[in-house]
């Protein structure tokens, strides 16, 4: 039972280049979050799904894209990176707020140069 | 969203009790108050949560005031491994479960 599994651990993207950060759980939850902290701060929530086919924007959504298609897998595209994206990013998932706690990966340390 | 406030920093001594406070007056009757743990740079690791009443368990345990408006996170027995950030957060019962974390209370336990 591996949890929450997030790929790649680190990357170092060039401005303007794209990729996807990677998050699956198998948890049978319907909840997942994406989540930025940038260094010294505190979580910021992205972009988080209720289900599969459903998601929705959270507090800093410019920049990102998510696709929900099965309940297992919320994955993260960065379009265009710019060096404000320089951050390390979380995936997180709950199977019934609030009276569940989240579960989150361990992360992906993203560098944009 | 309920908002949480703590303070940016605390220092306790190895072995004693650490009591970590968190203000959340404008939670609401079916908001949970969560509290999370941060190691380095690892994702948050889960330490307790309570809606009206005390709560315990074998890492910490949890005092809600009366009117729910503040929290104290007790740690009985604090060891160096404790040190890290330390966020209490309000999830709310509605909104998609989204929690909205603060910047937490750094702890450093000091031998």
């Known amino acids: 039972n591996a949890g929450v599994t997030q790929t790649p651990k680190f990357r170092i993207l060039k401005i303007g280049q794209s990729m996807t950060l990677q998050c699956t759980q198998d948890?049978?939850?319907?909840?997942m979050y994406w989540y930025r902290q940038d260094p010294g701060m505190g979580l910021k929530l992205i972009y988080y799904?209720?289900?599969?086919?459903?998601?929705d924007k959270g507090e800093v959504p410019n920049g990102y894209n998510v696709s929900r298609s099965t309940t297992e897998d919320f994955p993260l595209r960065l379009e265009l990176a710019a060096p404000s994206q320089t951050s390390v990013y979380f995936c997180?998932?709950?199977?019934?707020?609030?009276?569940?706690?989240?579960?989150f990966g361990s992360g992906t340390q993203l560098s944009v140069l | 969203d309920a908002k949480t406030t703590q303070p940016p920093s605390m220092d306790c001594a190895e072995g004693r009790a650490a009591n970590l406070p968190c203000n959340h007056s404008t939670i609401s009757g079916n908001e949970y108050v969560y509290w999370y743990r941060q190691i380095h740079s690892q994702g948050p690791q889960y330490i307790i949560h309570g809606l009206k009443n005390n709560e315990t368990n074998e890492m910490a345990s949890l005092i809600i005031t009366e009117d729910r408006k503040s929290s104290t996170l007790i740690l009985p027995h604090a060891t160096l491994r404790d040190t890290a950030v330390y966020y209490c957060?309000?999830?709310?019962?509605?909104?998609?479960?989204?929690?909205?974390f603060g910047d937490g209370t750094t702890l450093t336990v000091k031998p």
């Open positions: 957060i309000v999830s709310p019962n509605t909104n998609a479960g989204k929690s909205t």
């Open positions: 997180a998932t709950t199977g019934r707020p609030p009276k569940e706690k989240l579960f």
């Open positions: 948890m049978n939850h319907n909840y």
């Open positions: 799904s209720v289900g599969a086919g459903i998601t």
